[in-house]
């Protein structure tokens, strides 16, 4: 700090003119000065330095540190992760084109299963075209700036997940966040676009609008109200983006999604965005709409344009499990009955609040009673899920990167149900949470207690 200081004097007397600092005084200076780190020094004793270690294929069951535990961590809705025809009809795809491309799709990157895998989907979605991605994340986030760009206005909802908001800061357009799934602060919001294009037609023409959601809500679990927004769309003429990552092979009598949820026809979603990594237990993921849309982002998608296309192999297997899908429609119904099931066995434990619709495949238990400090929240509910891993149930505390979420959620552990998962192993991974949340959030509620107690008499 004193050298610091030092300089700053010298350089304010350099620029009054005062005197030149001579060149031992310079030297001093420089051998003096100590760059900040890039990032702050962590300790062992941080959260996210103390990961675990899976060993094997995060399937039904998953090996934690060696330790073999029933998963209720993983986005393996169907169960397809660990299915033996996807296994095979990736490997056969191996033994064909190999194990990657080394190219991006527009560089010799495109392979014939790709279009196949396009338009697969763009059947089972009943669009006109699909474009697939070969990462999950940066399909949403590269969708939204190839279409929105500045000085257009996008209205988001604020609870959306963390590829939207990337995409939003990518796109740099001017971004209104509403009220999450609040459609009267919505409706205010576009009423005062509205009032403003009145104000300046000029520049009303040669702005775009777009409203940008989730199907199903990855930090909230609960679905928008899809009729809703079509209604305000059609209403003051704005685009949907509605990104379906946690609700695609999950809502739906067929799997397709929040559009067959509500059966509202999907023409009336500009672009529906999705990744293959959840319910298709691939990776990558797919837009999916109209042709001359989708075509767009062939150009102007950099996850498309710029990275290399999604390894043959992994798109042999999204292909055979939307075979899967299709070939059995019932198992949908398998998965609601499940997640209705566990929702109901969660509820009315003592210090837990179970957070999402009781048909969410992937859910939240947060604390009924927050201390105050959010570091201390999370150590508490990493005690929970901890004392379950110990007896063989997988659980996780959802992470987040603090500083940079707009909105950020509530600490939780995040509650993933599986079409495998039979009714004796969520009997017994229920019983397992109480009895957790019993062991170490008695003390958490003493502690709370006599911080209330300690307050009061301060009050007094």
């Not at 900040?36 to 399937?59: I, S």
């Not at 992470?399 to 969520?426: F, G, H, N």
Request: contains cysteine; aromatic residues 8%; glycine residues 6%.
């Amino acid at each position: 700090m004193d050298v610091l200081v030092s300089l700053l004097r010298a350089l304010t007397c350099k620029l009054r003119g005062i005197r030149q600092l001579t060149e031992k005084e310079e030297n001093d200076l420089i051998e003096g000065w100590r760059p900040e780190p890039l990032v702050p020094v962590a300790f062992k004793t941080q959260a996210h330095l103390k990961y675990n270690t899976v060993t094997g294929p995060p399937g039904h069951m998953i090996t934690i540190n060696g330790k073999e535990c029933v998963n209720f961590v993983s986005f393996n809705f169907l169960g397809l992760l660990d299915s033996e025809r996807v296994k095979q009809k990736a490997l056969a795809s191996v033994r064909k084109y190999g194990v990657g491309t080394c190219g991006p799709r527009g560089f010799y990157g495109t392979f014939d299963i790709h279009l196949e895998l396009e338009r697969r989907l763009a059947d089972f979605m009943r669009t006109e075209e699909a474009i697939v991605y070969s990462c999950g994340f940066a399909t949403i986030a590269s969708a939204i700036p190839a279409y929105s760009k500045r000085g257009d206005v996008v209205f988001a909802d604020e609870a959306v997940c963390f590829s939207i908001q990337k995409g939003l800061q990518a796109s740099r357009s001017s971004v209104r966040y509403f009220k999450h799934n609040d459609m009267d602060d919505l409706e205010r919001l576009l009423k005062e676009q509205e009032e403003e294009d009145w104000r300046n037609p000029r520049k009303a023409r040669a702005t775009r609008r777009f409203i940008v959601v989730e199907g199903l809500y990855v930090n909230t679990a609960d679905v928008c109200p899809l009729p809703d927004l079509v209604r305000l769309k059609y209403k003051y003429k704005v685009r949907i983006f509605l990104e379906e990552s946690m609700s695609f092979g999950v809502l739906g009598e067929s799997g397709r999604g929040v559009t067959e949820h509500f059966g509202v026809d999907v023409n009336d979603v500009d672009l529906t965005c999705a990744n293959l990594e959840n319910a298709v237990a691939s990776i990558g993921g797919f837009c999916c709409g109209r042709r001359f849309v989708i075509d767009h982002q062939r150009l102007s998608g950099q996850g498309y344009c710029f990275s290399a296309s999604l390894p043959p192999l992994l798109a042999a297997a999204a292909i055979e499990a939307l075979d899967a899908m299709e070939g059995d429609p019932g198992v949908f119904s398998v998965l609601r009955t499940k997640c209705r099931r566990f929702h109901e066995a969660l509820r009315g434990i003592p210090g837990l609040a179970v957070v999402g619709a009781a048909f969410a495949p992937a859910f939240h238990l947060r604390l009924e009673r927050s201390s105050g400090s959010r570091d201390a929240d999370v150590r508490t509910l990493s005690r929970v899920a901890d004392y379950c891993v110990d007896r063989r149930v997988a659980l996780s505390v959802a992470r987040y990167l603090d500083k940079e979420e707009r909105c950020l959620p509530l600490p939780s552990i995040r509650v993933a149900v599986s079409v495998r998962q039979t009714d004796e192993e969520m009997d017994t991974a229920a019983a397992c949470i109480r009895e957790a949340a019993s062991a170490v959030l008695v003390g958490y509620s003493l502690t709370l207690s006599r911080s209330s107690m300690d307050f009061s008499t301060v009050a007094i």
